[in-house]
């Protein structure tokens, strides 16, 4: 009789990728990135456990966006209160928050629940091309 594998989270082991953001296509960076995040490209891959990798992304204020999303799409952030919806514009956002844009694009491809929020903890993103991860020995990941 065959058993179904379920990895153990203690027993997963957990990579650290460098990926340059420079002249990518936001959407497709962060299905890279989330899929990575996940851990969807392992043989170990459990729904329920994470068994992905940590990502840094660096050079993110160099991210490119196709057709008029500079101007029309538009990000949200509602406060709660009444009049507290606050519109920005994806050109704004990118020349303020570049980490930002990165970061919901990623979150918004991961789980909805605990287990998402952890994986986003494993995505580290800055604006220029220096990072404090050097320790880790990331590996480069070409996307």
């Known amino acids: 009789m ?3 594998f379920a990895a153990k989270a203690d027993a997963v082991n957990k990579d650290w990728f460098i990926v340059d953001a420079s002249d990518k296509i936001l959407g497709r960076l962060a299905s890279e990135v989330a899929l990575r995040l996940r851990g969807k490209h ?3 891959y459990t729904p329920h456990v994470d068994t992905g ?4 992304v660096v050079n993110a204020e160099k991210i490119r966006l196709t057709g ?3 101007t029309d799409k538009i990000y949200y952030s509602y406060s709660g209160y009444p ?4 519109e920005t514009p994806a050109g704004k956002m990118l020349a303020e928050k570049p980490e930002k844009v990165i ?3 990623v979150a918004g491809m991961l ?3 605990n287990l998402g929020r952890r994986m986003l903890k494993k995505l580290k993103v800055y604006a220029g091309n220096a990072h404090p991860h050097e320790a880790q020995c990331p590996r480069q990941l070409s996307i």
């Open 111 to 113: 789980p909805k629940n």
């Open 53 to 56: 990798d940590f990502v840094v």
């Open 83 to 86: 009049g507290g919806l606050r």
């Open 68 to 70: 008029k999303k500079m």
């Open 2 to 4: 065959k058993k179904t």
């Open 103 to 105: 970061r919901m694009a």
């Open 42 to 44: 392992k043989a170990v």
